[in-house]
């Protein structure tokens, strides 16, 4: 009987192979679950064999992680690497038949210790942890496929696999497919793919050489030649894939979505898959689809999953798949520290982190400057460690998106041999706020931790409003809104409510309007000039120039140059749909009209006429439902239409805060 350690969240998948391997699958695992689901302590797992067979029965752990993210040290929840390598011991001590598995982005968006030493504390962390395999994820093509293959996975002492990655000129395979492991004669063997999606996600320039198919058929086909019988192209008995792509939910709904990248996978993986590891979306689920088990182990070292992997060799089938997803986390205190650990760290790799620690400590610990407030990123509601709590919303504008928007204009213009109109910025690329108080070079570096250089190109007036709607993301994205900071100047109109590609309605440059036929200079990150986030407009650019500087250098040099820096509370984006205009009587739902979280909030806001208020209403601070757009700060007014306006006419909204927009009616 297994012995569980206090914080344990359990679910079984025990099944056994499906067509090729699992002929009971959908019977073993159903009942599982349903024992689960009255609340009985019934396990439908395989009973153990006899005494003096255990040749027979083999059993394998395979311990897996996702989305770890170069987080190295304990932060909050995230328990850091030398607790998880203490995890790791655990398990391989219970049973030498164990797999330390990963699904991908085990590097880039990292944590400053990390990100200051290009993340080889990291990989030598991960190497002493005993990483066996993992499949490449979007974060490990950052800095280009160059760097991932000449320098990060000879660094690697574990296996990066990515079946579906393509050399462009060739055709062939770019990345191991598979990897093998081989216990008691029974070879578990491992197919790594990664999201499609990943020419949007990362700079184009810097994976020009390779081409991205589709992670399921790759994965299908190697599964395939695993099973074939024929061993020049590997064999294994037991199939896992890792996939650096997930669920948008933690419902198994999410994962069988047809519509959705993630289902696709898991509807279509054929019978020689046994089970599916994750990653991508930073969300843990424990599944079982199909008779399959499809997990995922969250973000940042905060969970792991173990599954329990059980091989009759006479019979030739699994008899036992049995994940269970633990919490490193298992106790908090009324300020929601954590405050007891499943496991200590591991003795053997605490200096590793302590001499990364010590050098970023002395990079980082330089002040830059004064934030005379914090700088944060939109929130939204969701669940941190079971409990409702705020999290990131990408589909939030936020202050601190409008500020690196500016600074990053600031600095493209402050040499003096640029002019620039516009400057935008991607929300997934601010990974950290910026407290009120001393910033230092550290606080910087977490907020933009990619090294994106700033870069120069030509949009017209029409293309910018192509941008804008661009935000609204294709159907199958990972996140349906994307909100882009914006400078200072720039604001604009938009109606929630309008079809895909109609919702941006008006679009101001320092007051005027915006020209569809003019040529405006704008400014944004390599990441995004380059199509990232599916802002594939920013490819159409002319003139494109790379200015060379760090979005980083830029950030230390404005807080260098300002000294103190305040963030701006006006919205630079207002939603505006007119709902009706009948009987002499306009009614217009506002929204976007407050900030997230710590910001002040409007409280009201006003309709004015040719200088005079019209009417005054009070703003709903709520967060609306979805909350992954960018509706909060909401109100209805509804006035009578004065008798001098037309169609052209300016009805302005104001607020206390400092937004100012307007609006006309059709009249």
């Known amino acids: 009987m297994q012995q569980r350690s206090p914080g344990a969240a359990r679910s079984r998948a025990t099944s056994a192979t499906r067509t090729r391997r699992r002929a009971a699958a959908g019977a073993l695992a159903g009942a599982t679950v349903l024992a689960l689901a009255l609340g009985g302590a019934l396990s439908a797992q395989a009973a153990p064999s006899p005494k003096g067979q255990e040749a027979r029965s083999v059993d394998i752990n395979l311990f897996t992680v996702n989305d770890f993210h170069g987080r190295i040290e304990q932060s909050g929840t ?78 690697a002492d574990f296996e990066y696999l990515g079946a579906n990655i393509y050399d462009k000129a060739t055709g062939e395979v770019a990345l191991p497919e598979y990897w093998l492991a081989k216990f008691q004669g029974v070879t578990i063997g491992f197919v790594g793919a990664v999201t499609d999606e990943l020419p949007s996600l990362v700079s184009p320039s810097g994976i020009e050489d390779i081409t991205v198919g589709s992670p399921v058929d790759a994965a299908n086909r190697v599964a395939d030649e695993l099973s074939d019988g024929k061993k020049g192209n590997g064999e294994a008995d037991i199939v896992i894939m890792l996939v650096h792509e997930g669920a948008a939910t933690t419902s198994v709904e999410s994962a069988t979505d047809p519509n959705s990248r993630f289902g696709d996978i898991v509807l279509n993986a054929n019978d020689n898959i046994d089970a599916i590891v994750s ?77 990364a620690t010590a050098i970023a400590n002395e990079l980082g610990n330089v002040v830059i400057g004064d934030a005379s407030a914090a700088f944060n990123r939109a929130q939204r509601p969701g669940i941190v460690n079971g409990a409702p709590a705020l999290v990131e919303n990408r589909g939030g504008e936020s202050t601190l998106g409008n500020l690196v928007a500016d600074v990053q204009l600031w600095a493209l213009e402050a040499d003096g041999t640029r002019e620039v109109d516009i400057t935008f910025m991607n929300p997934g690329g601010l990974r950290a706020d910026i407290n009120a108080g001393e910033t230092t070079y550290r606080e910087a570096a977490n907020v933009q931790s990619f090294a994106n250089t700033l870069v120069t190109l030509d949009l017209t007036g029409a293309q910018i409003k192509g941008v804008l709607e661009e935000q609204w993301q294709p159907a199958g994205a990972s996140r349906p809104f994307l909100k882009l900071g914006v400078n200072e100047g720039l604001a ?22 915006l020209n569809p036929a003019a040529t405006y200079s704008v400014g944004v990150n390599s990441f995004l000039a380059s199509g990232g986030d599916n802002f594939v407009t920013f490819r159409d650019g002319v003139n494109k120039a790379d200015s060379g500087k760090i979005d980083l250098e830029a950030m230390v040099d404005y807080f260098e140059t300002f000294d103190t820096v305040s963030p701006d509370y006006a919205q630079r984006a207002v939603g505006v749909d007119v709902v009706s205009v009948a009987g002499g009587q306009a009614t217009v739902a506002l929204s976007s009209l407050d900030f997230s979280t710590t910001e002040p909030k ?39 239409i004065p008798a001098a306006a037309t169609a052209d006419s300016r009805f302005v909204i104001t607020t206390p805060t400092g937004t100012s927009s307007s609006f006309t009616l059709p009249l």
């Open 492 to 513: 604009y109109t938009y109606d929630p409510t309008a079809a895909q590609g109609s919702h941006i309605t008006e679009i101001f440059l320092d007051g005027m309007a």
């Open 279 to 355: 990653g991508h979306t930073h969300l843990p689920y424990n599944h079982v689809i199909d008779g399959r088990p499809v997990i995922s182990s969250g973000q940042y070292g905060e969970r792991f999953s173990n599954m329990e992997i059980s091989y009759d060799r006479a019979t030739k089938s699994i008899t036992k798949m049995e994940n269970t997803l633990y919490t490193m986390a298992t106790a908090f205190d009324a300020n929601n520290n954590v405050t007891a650990w499943l496991y200590e760290p591991d003795p053997e790799i605490v200096p590793i982190v302590s001499e």
């Open 602 to 640: 409007a409280g009201t806001v006003t309709v004015s006429f040719e200088g005079g208020d019209i009417t005054t209403v009070a703003v709903d601070p709520s967060f609306p439902d979805p909350a992954t757009f960018d509706e909060i700060g909401r109100a209805s007014v509804t006035f009578a």
């Open 78 to 155: 995230a328990a850091g690497i030398a607790r998880l390598a203490s995890a790791v011991d655990h398990f391989r001590a219970q049973n030498s038949n164990t797999v330390f598995a990963a699904a991908g982005d085990m590097i880039g968006a990292s944590t400053f210790t990390s990100f200051i030493q290009d993340d080889v504390p990291t990989i030598e962390a991960l190497n002493a942890a005993g990483l066996d395999v993992s499949s490449v994820g979007n974060h490990e093509f950052d800095k280009g496929f160059s760097d991932l293959t000449d320098r990060v996975m000879p660094l």
